[in-house]
């Protein structure tokens, strides 16, 4: 008898998680990630490689002439943006944003 009680009971109490799960992952939205990419004096650098690594996966662009990113995640979380080009240092930065949020993150690059 008692251990009919429990088979009853597992369902009950993870139903609320179950459920939950569902409604976040339903309301995940993409992030659009933009950057500009600048030296010391604040001039723009083009064709700097750009990887942005997430839990899912990583995605590599490359700056544009004025020194522009953008990736487009597919939900929220954290980010670990690399950056690198011939005569600077390279940079490490790490990001985090919500699900349907647009964020800019400007990073200065110093030569070698």
Known sequence: MRLHKIKFLIPVILFPFIFESCIL???????????KVTDSSGAAISDVTVEVEFISGKI??????????????????????????????????????KSGESKTIDIRMVKI
Do not use: N
């Open 25 to 35: 992952d339903a309301t995940k939205e993409e992030v659009i990630l933009l950057g």
């Open 60 to 97: 590599t662009t490359y700056t544009s002439s004025d020194g522009s990113f953008s990736v487009v995640a597919a939900h929220g979380g954290t980010a670990l943006i690399r950056l690198g080009k011939e005569d600077y240092i390279p940079q490490l930065v790490k990001t985090a944003f």
